[in-house]
T-cell receptor, first 113, second 110 residues
Framework: ETGVTQSPTHLIKTRGQQVTLRCSSQ?????VSWYQQALGQGPQFIFQ???????GRGNFPPRFSGLQFPNYSSELNVNALELDDSALYLC????????????FGEGSRLTVL | QKEVEQDPGPLSVPEGAIVSLNCTYS??????FMWYRQYSRKGPELLMY????GNKEDGRFTAQVDKSSKYISLFIRDSQPSDSATYLC??????????FGAGTRLFVKA
């Protein structure tokens, strides 16, 4: 069984740039969620995708957007990067049963200078 | 007030000690309660999962949920240095998002 994989693992951007982060979900999982984890904090929900549609969103501005593909892999795009966007971005997959059990990848650590 | 409150620690204990980690919450709609373990520079991994109130045991780990007090706990028996990590409590209403606590950093000294 293949777990959740994310890429890239680390990246550095400058303020105002755009970034795309990628995620392959765990085999058999059709729902993908993205979380932002700032240093010393718990993960914060960004949004969730099910069957290629966004079906839930947290308190993040529209410059955070995403996609889910037919194979259930997903992308997180962030436009007009700000210094506060520096964080660990976590992708989590689940079977979508609504129980909240999440299976996380290792994360993509984004630094915005 | 945050929906989920968790003491960030750090908590330092000697090897073999019993560890108690706790979270309180304010949203009575939470039905699913989880504990995740996160090692440094890694993603969180699901450790314990409980539906509604009650206890659940898995090896050295016991999760307790008291919905009347809006209080959940994780106990680790015979703690090991390999248990040193950040422990995140998490809660879910059955909707689309999981709410996490800030995490408690645990250090188990050999």
């Amino acid at each position: 069984e293949t777990g959740v994989t994310q890429s890239p693992t680390h990246l550095i951007k400058t303020r105002g740039q755009q970034v795309t982060l990628r995620c392959s979900s765990q085999s058999g999982h059709n729902t993908v969620s993205w979380y932002q984890q700032a240093l010393g904090q718990g993960p914060q929900f960004i949004f969730q995708y099910y069957r290629e549609e966004e079906n839930g969103r947290g308190n993040f501005p529209p410059r955070f957007s995403g996609l889910q593909f037919p194979n259930y892999s997903s992308e997180l795009n962030v436009n007009a990067l700000e210094l506060d966007d520096s964080a660990l971005y976590l992708c989590a997959s689940t079977t979508g049963g609504g129980t909240g059990e999440l299976f996380f990848g290792e994360g993509s650590r984004l630094t915005v200078l | 007030q945050k929906e989920v409150e968790q003491d960030p620690g750090p908590l330092s204990v000697p090897e073999g000690a019993i560890v108690s980690l706790n979270c309180t919450y304010s949203n009575s709609a939470f039905q699913y309660f989880m504990w995740y373990r996160q090692y440094s520079r890694k993603g969180p991994e699901l450790l314990m999962y409980t539906y509604s109130s009650g206890n659940k045991e898995d090896g050295r780990f016991t999760a307790q949920v008291d919905k009347s007090s809006k209080y959940i706990s994780l106990f680790i028996r015979d703690s090991q240095p390999s248990d040193s990590a950040t422990y995140l409590c998490a809660m879910h209403t059955g909707g689309f998002k999981t709410i996490f606590g800030a995490g408690t950093r645990l250090f188990v000294k050999a």
